[in-house]
Nanobody, 118 residues
């Protein structure tokens, strides 16, 4: 079984920064893609950023390009999301998701709330 625990969320003023972390634990031999999603009230969950296993292939939502940076530490089974120049529209619950070999649906974390005030 794989567990994911996110941390780093909170309340920040517009223009501020936060760094989210997500640590995977359990029987893990390899993690393929690691990603961050978010879900704002009344909206569908959307992909924010993803990174391939080698750490070289990244993908970002247009709304966060140039402001957010995804990174990973494979030795620690951890994925990060550095969020700069935060906007009120970034307010959401942020979830990490990983894929390990042999799984199709992947594993989700429990989510961490990010609230950006004006």
């Amino acid at each position: 079984q794989v567990q994911l625990v996110e941390s780093g969320g909170g309340l920040v003023q517009a223009g501020g920064s936060l760094r989210l972390s997500c640590v995977a634990s359990g029987i893990i031999f390899r993690i393929n893609m690691m990603s961050w999603y978010r879900q704002a009230p009344g909206k569908e969950r959307e992909l924010v950023a993803s990174m391939g296993s080698g750490g070289h292939t990244t993908n970002y939502a247009d709304s966060v390009k140039g402001r957010f940076t995804i990174s990973r530490d494979n030795a620690k089974n951890t994925v990060y999301l550095q969020m700069n120049s935060l906007k009120t529209e970034d307010t959401a619950v942020y979830y990490c998701k990983i894929w390990v070999p042999g799984t199709v649906s992947g594993y989700w974390g429990q989510g961490t709330q990010v609230t950006v005030s004006s």
